[in-house]
């Protein structure tokens, strides 16, 4: 039962593009959603998230956005840098202490 | 900046032993948790552990599966019987209360 969808594996964008990694769930719900990025052998690095009640919270180089009708949110990430190769996970939770779900993942390549 | 510490980063085993995965989570964090991930899949919730009692736990939690906070800073994680599809990435996460989870960088059990 995949409650969290991220559609593509993968993506490769251009360094100082916009990135655009996409996330659709399932759970209605769900109250707060995040993402978070990995390195091979590392846990799971907070980036940004976001309550339902809002449809956008930007921090730095980093927006979230949520269609609550759609159920489906997506994280822009610009310009891209090189650092920014990861997998990038979206993650969706009820309460503030409840389980994270998590997507699949999308393996971000930034190409300089 | 506080950290969810995790050792052995790496451990052997051999199929039917026991092994115990160790956290240190962060000193003033309330819920703590165990997520694994096996290779090429995505972040899997095991338990959630909140007043020295397991809150929430999946169905991969099953009997060979337990946690203990021994000595109220160390959490840990037994497996009884190490079987081959146990081998994944198991990361520790601990929560204060309210979506501020942290991860822990992970122990990658390799069951021989």
């Known amino acids: ?112 | 900046e506080p950290e969810v510490t995790q050792t052995p980063s790496h451990q052997v085993t051999q199929m039917g032993q026991e092994v115990i995965l160790r956290c240190v989570p962060i000193s003033n964090h309330l819920y703590f948790y165990w997520y694994r991930q096996i290779l090429g899949q995505k972040v899997e919730f095991l338990v959630s552990f909140y007043n020295n009692e397991i809150s929430e736990k999946s169905e991969i939690f099953d009997d060979q599966f337990s946690v203990e906070r021994p000595d109220g800073s160390n959490f840990t994680l037994k497996i009884r019987s190490t079987k081959l599809e146990d081998s994944a990435m198991y990361f520790c996460a601990s929560n204060p209360s309210n979506y501020g989870y942290t991860f822990g960088s992970g122990t990658r059990l390799t069951v021989v």
Not at chain 1, 13 to 30: P, W
Not at chain 1, 87 to 110: H, Q, W
């Open chain 1, 1 to 112: 039962d995949q409650q969290v969808k991220q559609n593509s594996p993968s993506l490769s964008v251009q360094e100082g593009r916009i990135s655009i990694l996409n996330c659709d769930y399932t759970n209605s719900m769900f109250d707060y959603f995040l993402w978070y990025k990995k390195y091979p052998a590392e846990g799971p690095t907070f980036l940004i998230s976001i309550s339902s009640i809002k449809d956008k919270n930007e921090d730095g180089r980093f927006t979230v956005f949520l269609n609550k009708s759609a159920k489906h949110l997506s994280l822009h990430i610009v310009p891209s840098q090189p650092g920014d190769s990861a997998v990038y996970f979206c993650a969706a939770s009820g309460l503030g202490n409840e389980k994270l779900t998590f997507g699949t993942g999308t393996r971000l390549t930034i190409i300089p």
